[in-house]
T-cell receptor, first 110, second 113 residues
């Protein structure tokens, strides 16, 4: 099945900085999602982005399916952006079994 | 919609006791997923259902774990007997058919003493 790897594992930034989080996957995907887990443990779906680019406010995501990676951009970071960011993809092309990477822990300092 | 609803939010029990976690998916979603999150193993998929039918339970750790979905609006995850290593946060998620865009519940934090 697919392997999902995220980098960096940890990122500490000052408020106002920009950041780029990366997700590599070992096989082609037809489903790629980004999630944010806030410090209270809640998992929020940020993007469903099997290919192309999407934007939602200060967040945007790009998936280049042919090169097997996705990027999550956060601009003008705020302390509320802190938490863990996960990407998730199907275990195999024909399955609905969605597996998660190990996450990037983002800490935004005021 | 109230989103995916899980109960209880917190459960503390003693080793050997039966634990039942409950999930109500979003109305109209026909896929339901149970995940477990620990520091050591991250987010692991335990089982998922499509139209109330279990499709893949290969992530269920052992026979002590069982899951049911008797109807489209309710699922349970049962651990019997519970062990300290089962301590984790258990998440339920649902999605509409097709894209499997997941919406998660708030999770049930289980502590087995």
């Amino acid at each position: 099945g697919i392997q999902v790897e995220q980098s960096p594992p940890d990122l500490i930034l000052q408020e106002g900085a920009n950041s780029t989080l990366r997700c590599n996957f070992s096989d082609s995907v037809n489903n790629l999602q980004w999630f944010h887990q806030n410090p209270w443990g809640q998992l929020i779906n940020l993007f469903y982005i099997p290919s192309g680019t999407k934007q939602n406010g200060r967040l945007s995501a790009t998936t280049v399916a042919t090169e097997r990676y996705s990027l999550l951009y956060i601009s003008s970071s705020q302390t509320t952006d802190s938490g863990v960011y996960f990407c998730a993809a199907p275990f195999s092309s024909s399955a609905s079994k969605i597996i998660f990477g190990s996450g990037t822990r983002l800490s935004i300092r005021p | 919609d109230a989103g995916v609803i899980q109960s209880p939010r917190h459960e503390v029990t003693e080793m050997g006791q039966e634990v039942t976690l409950r999930c109500k998916p979003i109305s109209g979603h026909n896929s339901l997923f149970w995940y477990r999150q620990t520091m050591m193993r991250g987010l692991e998929l335990l089982i998922y259902f499509n139209n109330n039918v279990p499709i893949d339970d290969s992530g269920m750790p052992e026979d002590r774990f069982s899951a049911k979905m008797p109807n489209a609006s309710f699922s349970t995850l049962k651990i019997q007997p519970s062990e300290p290593r089962d301590s984790a946060v258990y998440f339920c998620a649902s999605s509409p058919d097709g894209a499997n865009v997941l919406t998660f519940g708030a999770g049930s934090r289980l502590t087995v003493l």
